[in-house]
């Protein structure tokens, strides 16, 4: 990189003026030789790199996957907000993603969860198993 001089006579290289760079290769015209021609321009493309959007993918996936982020409310927050029971917030879980995830796998697991806690209520010594 090369710093470019101010054609106004200003000290760029002064104390609180940053110095101008451009890439190498750039030729510095006069105002004259400009008529005519367009400078070539060289920019870099917006928005994260593809690195970026992986690490990122990653992120979601784990903090906040498709199959809950699409809701209003994640059921995970509405699950801890409640302050349910791990069966009844399993019930919930299962049921919100199972179109998005697992389908009828995860429609058999809430059903498993239904059918302890009604176990449980029917005072089933053996509810759990």
Do not use: W
Request: glycine fraction near 6%.
């Amino acid at each position: 990189m090369k710093t470019l001089a101010n054609s106004a006579g200003v000290d760029l290289e002064a104390p609180g003026c940053p110095s101008l760079e451009v890439e190498q290769g750039f030729q510095s015209r006069e105002p004259a030789d400009l008529q005519g021609s367009s400078p070539e321009v060289h920019l870099k493309p917006k928005g994260p790199t593809p690195e970026a959007l992986a690490v990122a993918h990653q992120v979601d996936s784990v903090d906040h996957p498709h199959h809950y982020a699409r809701f209003a409310i994640e059921p995970i927050y509405f699950i801890m907000e409640n302050e349910l029971t791990y069966p009844v917030g399993n019930i919930i879980k299962y049921v919100c993603r199972h179109d998005a995830k697992n389908g009828v796998e995860d429609l058999k697991k809430a059903r498993r969860y239904l059918d302890m806690m009604i176990k449980e209520a029917e005072g089933d010594p053996n509810y759990a198993g």
